[in-house]
Structure formats: C-alpha cells, structure tokens
C-alpha cells in the first residue's frame, strides 16, 4: 500500500532491478514505525540450473531525512533453486481396423509438463522403450532424427516379439511441451488367433528429476480382425 513501483529491468550480467518509491511523496515515518511491507514474486526460467547461494538483496535509501548508519540500509537473502521436469508418454494405434496379417503402426508421444526443461546427458539420457508384444513380427528400425533406436535382439532390425527397442534422445534437453514424435510399424501374424493384443512404451527421464514417475507409461490395446479372401480359378 502507498508504493508505486517501476517496470523490472534486467542487465546484460542477468541481474533483474527495480525501485520503488513512496507514492505520497511528502510521506513521512515516525521513529520505530514501519511502512507497508512489499511483496516481489519472480518466476524462475525453466532452463535454470539447481544451484544454492542465489542472493536476493535490497537497500533502502533513506530520502529527506539523514541516516546516521547506512551500514544497515541493505540487506541479502540466499535462496536455493530445484529443477523438476513431469514426462509422460502417451501411446496410441494409428492403423484403423488392425488384421491378422496385415501391418500396424502405434505412435509414441512423449511430453515434458514441467515446470522445468529435461536435461539429457550420456550419464543420464532421456529414453523410450518398447517391448515388441506377441503376434507382431517384422519392426523394422524406427529411428528418427531425435531418437536413435537400438534392440535387445542379437540381430538387430528387423525385430519381433519379446525384443525390446530402446530411443535414445539426441538432443540435450527437452522443453516444456510437446516433445518429438517416434512410431513403431510391423506386422501382426497371418495365424493370430490369441485375442488383444496389448503394446506398452515407457519414457525414462534423464538428468531432471521426475516428480511423478507414474505416468511414465503409456499403454495400448487392439483387438485384430480377420479377413481371407478364398477364390478359386476353374
């Protein structure tokens, strides 16, 4: 109350400063009186870094009347900052009516809800991982230009089921947001006849710690027709 305050400005060394002064100009404050407190709320960037020791400081400057000990006009406040970046994984099936023997496509879709970026290193990458479910055959290597994809297979590509295949992220973080797509395409076998047939895809978070590791994982179900064509040439 009673303070008007300018616009923040933040200098080419990343410090943000602004002053405030006494809207009555003519205000005055008795001995051992106190003016209304005021309340600074920033929003820390979501790339910052977990570090300790960030010192808030602020001085007041005494106005009409002189002060005998300007030594205690100033005072600091360390705060410490904490990283936290929530991925989940959604999956779907992109392929209308799945068939035996007929191909199908399930799209990963990963996203980093924040509040802070995801940070990837080679000690802690950021990862998906798929395990290939029984009934598909012939995954041919689904890597893209921000996942790279290995298998467990002895092999290599292509892979069926019971393989894993692993993304590895190429870039160093993810942002808040939607992240980079990936899709996995093989075939379901001409004699499946076991039911549904379920696909699960997990995203591992790299060096940000995840707040809610819960929905990591993404799961999905199709039940696949059958469709046979019989003719005969006499």
């Known amino acids: 109350e009673g303070w008007t305050c300018e616009l923040p400005v933040r200098g080419a060394d990343g410090v943000t400063t602004f002053e405030?002064?006494?809207t009555d100009a003519a205000d005055s404050l008795a001995s051992d009186a106190f003016f209304p407190a005021l309340e600074v709320e920033?929003?820390?960037a979501?790339?910052?870094a977990a570090v300790t020791g960030i010192m808030n400081s602020a001085t007041v400057n005494p106005g009409r009347t002189v002060d005998p000990n300007p030594d205690n006009n100033t005072d600091e406040d360390p705060i410490a900052t904490t990283t936290s970046a929530d991925l989940v994984l959604e999956k779907t099936v992109t392929t209308q009516d799945p068939t035996a023997g007929s191909a199908?496509?399930?799209l990963l879709a990963p996203s980093n809800v924040g509040p802070s970026v995801s940070v990837h290193t080679d000690a802690a990458p950021i990862a998906l991982t798929d395990t290939i479910p029984a009934g598909i055959s012939g995954v041919a290597d689904p890597s893209t230009a921000d996942w790279a994809a290995t298998t467990?297979?002895?092999g290599g590509f292509p892979v069926k089921a019971g393989d894993v295949v692993t993304w590895t992220y190429?870039?160093?973080q993810l942002?808040?947001?939607a992240a980079p797509t990936v899709t996995l395409s093989g075939t379901i076998d001409a004699g499946w006849t076991g039911g549904d047939i379920a696909n699960t895809g997990v995203v591992t978070p790299g060096g940000t710690p995840d707040p809610d590791p819960d929905n990591n994982t993404g799961e999905v179900t199709v039940t696949?027709?059958?469709s046979t064509t019989l003719a005969i040439d006499k």
């Open 152 to 154: 467990s297979a002895t």
């Open 170 to 172: 190429t870039g160093t």
């Open 20 to 22: 405030c002064a006494r």
């Open 175 to 177: 942002a808040v947001g």
């Open 46 to 48: 979501d790339n910052q």
């Open 224 to 226: 696949p027709g059958d």
């Open 42 to 44: 920033v929003e820390v």
């Open 104 to 106: 199908i496509t399930w």
